[in-house]
């Protein structure tokens, strides 16, 4: 309490002329640079606030003074971080006053100015730690060892040279100037020994073309693909800071993307998986997911630029759609599937006697554990039989049962039976059908599975209130279906729906056990298998198969 009955005489205090401001900042800076860490409130906000306007009117060489007195004491971190946001020399007095310990300095040098760092090298009670972080962001003793203070003029040419001696690295670190006469040789002798002295990439010799002490040793090798990196831009939205392997690649770098991610920037809103396209080195040209959230300034609230990460997206290229299954690898899948079928059909046998008590009477608590094992093996043998028929359909070991089906009633048939269950979500589809009848050379079983899986899947996906155009009509000897994707599935990459994993999109109606990834590729290998396809169209899915042509009534044959 009596920290905070000082703050606030000291707020209430008028400061009308430039003696009460600078007597004001002093208190402020003598008060809250004892402030404990974990103190918090309104009167600190204020004070801070008010800090931060009376530095605009204080001259920063009179601020740097006051931080020079010998009795003033920072012991803040949060008031360290906002002098060293300030101007250079302000910055400076505050990183050599701060009394901090390892643990704060391990936490704020990494958030400091990059411009403000170099200000901590001519610190010497700092532990090594913290000088280790420090090497690691750059910030290295790079002045030259102490020189002679004045320079005796160059001999004339008539008197012959002094061989200059050669200085060790350890001399130089000592610090010993050069004798008298020695001239700028020696000091280029120096330069060069403290660079030998200073090598911090070891297995890299010493060259004509040295290499800064940038602590970058443990970021040699970049690989050939950045997938991920964290960054921190500035306002106009500059890549100021990244992790240290694709700096060189990335800073100084202006991220631009899309009307939306415009928008969000300009509102300074968190920006979310927001799409954006990098051109440079090889190792980060591409498409990149950003995630990142928009940092201020503590004194004043001015926008600063936003703090977040570069993700690559689920990479799918990498691997065929569809690879090839051989006859042998098909053949160990039916094999291994054919080893599970055999248990759980046996469960399944055991779990129907229990239920139906053909045994004996059994108790109720029983026969319903058992119906639910009878379901779920059920459940289970319906999954052996979906992999099976993928693997026989990839490596063409199935061909599908031939016929001639109706595609138009069987389409309007299954979009009304999933009216029944997205009814009461206002969702379902808007039917057009351009041609009637759309005869396909196909058993009307194989042509319901197939329109089954595609429809149940987009249904299942829908949002509430979400209606789904579908278009039917003949093109080019094909029937053509066309689907509107749901907004879901619609926001994915191009091949992305085909390989979503079970249980990553939320489905209210089911077509499989495996989701929606598995029940589409399904869908595309039927497809394929009776001479048609399953493809993305942008906002689209498109399915095709191959239509029979009509025989018209005037045709010689019906006339005979």
């Known amino acids: 309490m009596h920290f905070d009955d000082r703050l606030g005489t000291v707020l209430r205090m008028r400061a009308d002329g430039p003696g009460m401001q600078r007597v004001q900042y002093r208190q402020l800076l003598d008060l809250l640079g004892t402030v404990p860490v974990e103190a ?33 004491r920072l012991r803040s971190p949060r008031l360290v971080a906002a002098l060293a946001s300030g101007e250079p020399v302000v910055a400076a007095q505050a990183l050599q006053r701060a009394q901090l310990s390892d643990e704060q300095w391990l936490d704020l040098v990494p958030a400091l100015p990059p411009a403000a760092r170099p200000a901590l090298r001519q610190r010497r009670d700092l532990s090594p730690t913290v000088a280790s972080l420090l090497a690691r962001l750059g910030v290295n003793d790079r002045g030259l060892p102490p020189a002679a203070e004045a320079i ?262 299954t979009a009304a039976q999933l009216g029944t269950h997205t009814k009461g979500r206002g969702s379902g589809f808007e039917l057009k059908i351009d041609d009637q009848p759309l005869p396909v050379p196909l058993a009307a079983i194989e042509v319901e599975r197939i329109v089954w899986r595609l429809l149940a899947t987009l249904a299942g996906v829908s949002a509430p209130g979400e209606q789904l155009k579908l278009r039917l009509r003949r093109k080019n000897g094909l029937v053509r279906l066309d689907a509107a994707l749901p907004a879901q599935l619609a926001s994915r990459e191009d091949e992305a729906i085909f390989h979503a994993a079970a249980g990553s999109v939320p489905q209210v109606v089911s077509a499989g056990v495996f989701g929606v990834g598995f029940a589409l590729r399904l869908a595309r290998a039927e497809a394929r298998a009776a001479g048609g396809d399953l493809v993305r169209k942008n906002e689209r899915l498109r399915l095709t198969l191959p239509g029979l042509t009509e025989t018209a009534p005037s045709h010689t044959q019906n006339a005979a």
Not at 193 to 206: I, S, T, W
Not at 253 to 272: N, Y
Not at 353 to 376: C, F, M, S, V
């Open 152 to 413: 005796q003029p160059a001999k004339p040419v008539s008197e012959p040279a002094a061989l200059e001696p050669d200085l060790t690295g350890a001399e130089v670190i000592e610090g010993n100037p050069p004798k008298q006469g020695e001239g700028i040789g020696a000091i280029v002798k120096r330069i060069e020994a403290y660079r030998r002295a200073k090598q911090v990439v070891e297995h890299v010799p010493a060259s004509d073309s040295p290499r800064l002490p940038l602590g970058e040793d443990h970021v040699l090798s970049v690989a050939e693909e950045v997938r991920a990196c964290d960054f921190a831009t500035d306002a106009q939205l500059r890549i100021s800071w990244c992790d240290a392997g694709v700096a060189p690649m990335l800073h100084g770098m202006r991220l631009a993307g899309d009307a939306e991610f415009a928008h969000l920037v300009r509102q300074h809103q968190p920006l979310r998986a927001q799409r954006i396209v990098l051109a440079g080195a090889g190792a980060i040209a591409g498409h990149w997911h950003l995630d990142a959230a928009p940092w201020f300034d503590p004194l004043t609230g001015n926008f600063l630029g936003y703090r977040g990460r570069l993700r690559r997206p689920p990479s799918t290229a990498k691997a065929p759609a569809n690879p090839p299954v051989t006859d042998s690898q098909a053949d160990r899948i039916r094999q291994m599937l054919h080893e599970l079928r055999t248990p759980v059909n046996a469960i399944q046998i055991g779990a129907e006697i229990i239920q139906q008590q053909l045994y004996g009477a059994t108790p109720h608590e029983y026969r319903a554990l058992a119906a639910g094992i009878a379901g779920d093996a059920a459940r289970m043998l319906s999954a052996f039989e979906e992999l099976e028929r993928l693997a026989k359909l990839d490596s063409q070991a199935l061909e599908l049962d031939p016929g001639e089906t109706d595609l138009a009633s069987v389409i309007a048939a």
């Open 40 to 72: 918090q409130g309104e009167q600190l906000e204020a004070a801070y606030d008010r800090l931060g306007e009376l530095a605009a009117l204080i001259p920063a060489e009179a601020r740097a003074a006051m931080l020079r007195e010998p009795a003033q």
